[in-house]
T-cell receptor, first 114, second 112 residues
Framework: EPEVTQTPSHQVTQMGQEVILRCVPISNHLYFYWYRQILGQKVEFLVSFYNNEISEKSEIFDDQFSVERPDGSNFTLKIRSTKLEDSAMYFC????????????FGQGTRLTVV | SQKIEQNSEALNIQEGKTATLTCNYTNYSPAYLQWYRQDPGRGPVFLLLIRENEKEKRKERLKVTFDTTLKQSLFHITASQPADSATYLCALLKTSYDKVIFGPGTSLSVIP
């Protein structure tokens, strides 16, 4: 069964450092998303990406965040200068025709900022 | 502001019974409502989607209802099994291309 793959599974970084979280969406999917979940809290939308551009972003997704689809398979989330409060589980998701259809989530990257 | 509420307490039920989880929302008019399952430390897994013009949807032991007047969805798991123990998330979308807004989730434990 096709799946969304995220790497690394766990990343520890020092405050102020840049991190890149990587995702390989399902190959025939067109819509890509990043979500985050702070421990014990609900899953929160960060950004959606379609046709090589951001289609929507939340207020969480400020200037320190960026996304990229550098080639035909990878979808990355960059956090430029990490803060302690960026510590969370980050989930990538993809769908073939928007989230009104079935959405597939990756297993997540646990980011710990120390 | 938009608000999604799910059963605030964890739900414990006996194996074989039907589990019913509730999702209520305010200040929102979703065209789609989804239910996901999330296991500890894992990503959400899509279970069911129901559209605003559908009253009920079924998939195997799962049944979802969507009442846009009450602004409520009910999620039922019949003949529950210990393997159904997980957190269940309700999620809303305004359009098929919209971001998903997740509820806080309900933790379900099915006791053998």
């Amino acid at each position: 069964e096709p799946e969304v793959t995220q790497t690394p599974s766990h990343q520890v970084t020092q405050m102020g450092q840049e991190v890149i979280l990587r995702c390989v969406p399902i190959s025939n999917h067109l819509y890509f998303y990043w979500y985050r979940q702070i421990l014990g809290q609900k899953v929160e939308f960060l950004v959606s990406f379609y046709n090589n551009e951001i289609s929507e972003k939340s207020e969480i997704f400020d200037d320190q965040f960026s996304v990229e689809r550098p080639d035909g398979s990878n979808f990355t989330l960059k956090i430029r200068s990490t803060k302690l409060e960026d510590s969370a589980m980050y989930f990538c998701a993809s769908s073939r025709s928007g989230l009104g259809a079935e959405a597939f989530f990756g297993q997540g990257t646990r980011l710990t900022v120390v | 502001s938009q608000k999604i509420e799910q059963n605030s307490e964890a739900l414990n039920i006996q194996e074989g019974k039907t589990a019913t989880l509730t999702c209520n929302y305010t200040n929102y008019s979703p065209a789609y409502l989804q239910w996901y399952r999330q296991d500890p430390g894992r990503g959400p897994v899509f279970l069911l989607l129901i559209r605003e013009n559908e009253k009920e949807k079924r998939k195997e032991r799962l049944k979802v209802t969507f009442d846009t007047t009450l602004k409520q969805s009910l999620f039922h798991i019949t003949a529950s099994q210990p393997a159904d123990s997980a957190t269940y998330l309700c999620a809303l979308l305004k359009t098929s291309y919209d971001k998903v807004i997740f509820g806080p989730g309900t933790s379900l434990s099915v006791i053998p």
